[in-house]
């Protein structure tokens, strides 16, 4: 959900952008862990490389703490080295840190498989509220004003939806019911027809808020093809042997790209 960093919010991000770069230190491409005694096998190269620091990187003056980074064999993960001076004893690691939005979004499908707190990312912008009783989606004001993206954009925008867990004697969020959103967008293909899709959530959280389900919507450039309105809608089905069982429908909302 993050769209801008301003100065409200800034330091809380670079918290954010240092915890998905240890993550992405420690995985490879298939998100398994790599331990840095591994890391220089191709197979098992982790998504940021690591490499071991030079006793001029450590140099007085030049070592700062929670710039570099240590391998915690306990937890199998990389921590901040939050010391004010390096140890003699301890071996160092250094990398690429993440810095900005996009490079974030650029390795936002892999945190998301690694650990999906990476993608319910701090609330900056409301949710799409999702009323069971009416079947009606609110699109907060941010975006009736401003659109949910720009033309061509590939996923700089990942909206959330909020709906209630419990409704009509279901569980939304039992492993049998599967979540969809179905979409037209303003782009038509050789015939003339509007393109539609049916995308999945990337991330389904429910432990931020009790008793919610929250489900981020990422806004793909099959979407933004073409500046116009977007007509969505969220759809609950549940299968049982291989058949549609239950299957609940909001109504039909639009945004703009």
């Not at 500046?227 to 969220?234: Q, T």
């Amino acid at each position: 959900m993050i769209t801008y960093v301003n100065n409200s919010n800034a330091g809380q991000y670079r918290i954010l952008y240092e915890k998905a770069t240890r993550e992405l230190m420690a995985h490879n491409e298939e998100n398994l862990l790599v331990k840095p005694s591994e890391i220089n096998e191709q197979t098992n190269r982790p998504l940021i490389m690591p490499t071991v620091c030079t006793e001029e990187d450590l140099a007085e003056g030049v070592y700062e703490s929670g710039k570099y980074y240590k391998w915690n064999a306990e937890l199998n993960v990389y921590e901040s080295a939050t010391e004010a001076t390096p140890s003699e004893t301890e071996t160092y690691y250094k990398a690429s840190d993440i810095t900005s939005l996009n490079e974030y979004f650029s390795y936002i499908k892999n945190l998301a498989e690694i650990n999906p707190v990476y993608t319910v990312l701090p609330l900056d912008e409301d949710t799409f509220d999702v009323d069971l009783n009416t079947r009606k989606i609110t699109v907060p004001n941010h975006f009736v004003q401003n659109g949910i993206s720009v033309q061509g954009d590939e996923v700089a925008e990942v909206v959330y939806f909020k709906v209630n867990r419990f409704f009509d004697a279901q569980d939304l969020a039992n492993e049998d019911i599967k979540i969809y959103i179905q979409w037209r967008c303003a782009q038509a293909d050789a015939d003339g027809k509007l393109i539609e899709g049916v995308s999945v959530p990337w991330v389904v959280d429910l432990e931020t808020e009790p008793n919610y389900i929250l489900f981020g919507w990422p806004i793909s450039s099959k979407i933004t093809g073409k500046a116009g309105d977007i007509s969505f809608a969220v759809r609950f089905f549940k299968f049982q042997d291989r058949k549609i069982v239950y299957s609940l429908s909001t109504l039909t909302q639009n945004v703009k790209v």
